[in-house]
């Protein structure tokens, strides 16, 4: 039980003091002070509406931010507990180079082709490719799945944006999402050992995938908070912006199942979901326009996705058996 408590008092430190989580303390900053600056010298605001945007006490200490606060509280604790029954990226890699081998035999030379930056480089590009894709696949499949959207709206449940909810998920939701980061890391990682060998090595800043901390430097914990920060249409097409993913969490039916995106927007404008950004908009954040009872409770946010997501899988059931009424 000591070993427990250890455990999570160490993992709930490193949310905010490892560079490779996204609520760094560093990038919480650097965040703060773009927002504030693009609030203040591009939109012109005045001193008082900037601070009520990025630090006022009625987003973060709101009924939907509280609840993003024990939402990370406790999902670190269950995460804690189903971790050592879930696939690893290790496991994975592991056998999938030993497929390799025993099917293909030794393996080939293919890292003689290239020197070490090169191989370096390759992997790093790949594995932030095949990571970013495979976010955006399985997001939009948490959306048009039924079942699936039952314990993903619990994401989007949050009225009040702040960084912390990007952590603001159910346990099915972070279960499939780590499920997803060990099958793209295992199959990259076994498949350039395999062809390279030793010559594999990752590209970073502070540990960091270079590409990741590109993106966290750059603001990426603006995508959940009031500031609407846009990039130019055109970049808007490649990368995610901001605003793009505020839209993402928008009531207004025209938003709705838009921006799957994490990063690159790319995916979304192949697959018919880009949404541009709205400069100036009045873009309210929840699943519905209306405010009820208790849509914040620890009862409405972790069980009851479990009865709706019940009652679809039942009703997908009874329609797939035949009708013995006939």
């Known amino acids: 039980m000591e070993a427990i408590v250890l455990d999570y008092l160490d993992q709930l430190s490193d949310t905010f003091t490892e560079p490779r989580k996204r609520v760094f303390w560093g990038y919480l900053l650097l965040a703060l002070g773009i927002g504030t600056i693009w609030l ?28 993003d606060y024990l939402l ?3 999902n670190k604790l269950l995460m804690i507990l189903i971790a050592p029954a879930l696939l690893t990226q290790t496991v994975l890699a592991t056998w999938l180079f030993g497929f390799f081998f025993s099917q293909f035999g030794m393996p080939p030379s293919a890292g003689s082709l290239l020197p070490d930056w090169g191989v370096a480089a390759a992997f790093t590009l790949t594995l932030f490719l095949l990571d970013d894709f495979a976010r955006y696949l399985v997001h939009r499949v948490m959306h048009e799945v039924p079942a699936l959207w039952a314990f993903h709206k619990v994401h989007h449940s949050a009225r009040s944006l702040t960084p912390l909810t990007v952590m603001r998920t159910h346990p099915v ?34 540990g960091v995938n270079i590409a990741v901390f590109a993106f966290n430097v750059a603001g990426s914990n603006l995508r959940h908070s009031h500031v609407q920060l846009w990039y130019p249409k055109a970049v808007e ?8 993913h505020q839209i993402h969490h928008s009531t207004t039916p025209r938003h709705f199942d838009k921006n799957f995106g994490a990063v690159l927007a790319i995916w979304d404008w192949l697959g018919g979901s880009l949404h541009l950004s709205e400069p100036g908009a ?10 009820e009872e208790g849509e914040h409770s620890l009862k409405r946010l ?7 997501s019940f009652g679809i899988l039942k009703g997908s059931i009874a329609q797939l058996l035949p009708d013995r009424s006939l």
Do not use: C, M, N
Not at 180 to 199: E, H, K, N, P
């Open 40 to 67: 203040r010298w591009k939109l012109g605001q005045g001193w008082r509406r900037v601070i009520a945007t990025t630090l006022s006490p009625g987003i973060w200490w709101s009924a939907s931010a509280r609840a």
């Open 173 to 206: 939701e972070g279960v499939l999402f780590t499920l997803r980061s060990a099958l793209v890391q295992g199959v990259t990682i076994g498949s350039f050992l395999y062809l390279f060998g030793s010559q594999v090595d990752l590209v970073t800043v502070l």
């Open 302 to 308: 972790y069980l009851t996705p479990f009865g709706e």
């Open 282 to 291: 009045d873009i309210r954040f929840g699943i519905r326009e209306r405010v």
């Open 72 to 74: 990370v509280l406790i």
């Open 237 to 244: 097409h490649l990368l995610i912006s901001p605003a793009q």
